[in-house]
């Protein structure tokens, strides 16, 4: 089958006795020329963690890219992680929890729309054998595109029909403030607009959620404020062991962990982004807890390092569950 | 159909009408329960790479681990890779090379006979979508269990039916002779067994290939002597980019690149394998290369870093193909 595939593909781009005469030393297998899917599974007590890979942006950048740093300071981070100078490849995963009682979805993805290698949330979320319309919950960390727009398909249609949408309350006021809307910069407004396209049809159905209180079994959400307004992490926690989802507090970890007095031209606050990362992985290096960052790269779970001058992130080992 | 499948479990375990009334507590999509499989696809130049995750021994440890470090340096390093003391989660990665006229397959992975969680490779590659008999070669750095036993399966059959099995020549002249078996330690001896074990009824089959000769398009063997007599690593290069495989030169690279002095209770010549690792390692973070470790975390490559005390592994970020 694979043959017949490869041969109708090569005589469809070179004459049909050339292909023949350069079948026999291609290999049996074609190359799959593309990736495969991010899942990663752990636990933390009783509870499954199921790391779902949504994609890699890889985000052209500037001077402007950090506000207190020079293209050139940047462009040295990205070296000593050997990536290419001017582009920081920005990469998404959501994270699956499974209580027993509940799955939880912790933010929604692209929805693919962060250019052609993002979306890939659904197909790995079929990879790992669950049905979108098991999920029970999704929580939102912020309202930015690439947390909320996978919550609909193309078509504006729910991808996660059964899923209870838990957002926080301070980030809902914010991006749905009308006067702030008609305040917005240009560079602000279309992130306004899209928190619309994915929520007002469905407001009825969002839940505003405060900080400090149990919004799913054993998952609270944790002030995070400053990259957004509402901007909010989560404590998850079964049996003795827990985890920090740190959202966005710290993007590239070779840039933001190592850099942390960095402020992204992402961020609304700069200084309070600064403050909170700063807050948020001290508490984490003290505590030697583990923690899950949305734009760590794939499965973006690891342990972090007070170093000299910033911090160092420890990926997780991949290991059996 | 999940739900059904659910409910049928649970009525088997527990009292039907208790199952019944517990049911709508439950989440609809049971945990998984086991790892996804591990598969990781890269490019250099225009060869397709797929790493293959075998699985993970996690080897208990005592004093004589590291014959020049005490258990309590060994116990620090872990516990700086935040692992647990007294284990050494060792896991396996082979590599899959596809040049476009050869798919290679670089180790055997461990044939499932290194405890409970190895083993895994077989259902990688299908994951992968490879057929076993897709495979054109196998290369192999070293005759340890851990890199030849995949090659058969548990009744002793060859997993890869097509596959030319090509080997270093002194690996198979120091493990095939019968003087060295009969003065074998006990400890040496069944490795000099299994060696036997794997390969002398399809010895008419294997290639016993020498240093600086390309043995598959764009793939070289380079001397990594000293973990055992044979020990060979790769260059592989297509276009302008290359790889370096380093087999077992570095151990887990938290423990032996970060301590490279450390002379590991594997390493046959402990001596000559600590100044291998030193020229291997030295090489790759001179020419920033990227490497494949076996034993490396998986996806198992990264980019090597020389520090004031030895030497850090920079793991490549996940990324679309």
Redesign the interface.
Known sequence: MKETTRRTLLTGSVAAGAALVAAP?????????????????SKIGSY?L?AL?D??WFRKIDDGFVRNASGAEVNKALAD???KPGIV?T?FTALLV??????VLIDAGTGGQLGP?TGALPGALA?????P??I?AILISHFHPDHINGIKDKDGKKVFA?AEILVPAPEWAYWMDDARLSAASDAMRPQFLNARRIFRDIAGEVKRFELGKEIAPGITPVSAYGHTPGHTGFAVASGNQSLLVLGDTTNHPWLFARHPQWQGSFDIDGAMAVETRRRMLDRAAAD?MLVQGYHF???ALG?IVKTASGYDV????????
């Open positions: 030393s291609l290999a049996a297998a074609p190359a799959a020329g593309r990736q495969a899917p991010g899942i990663y599974r499954e199921t890979y994609g890699t992680a050997f990536l490849p990469s499974n209580t027993g009682s509940k799955l290698d990879a790992a054998g669950v049905e319309n098991a029970d059964n030697k790269p794939f499965p342990y420890v990926p997780v080992m991949w290991q059996p569950l």
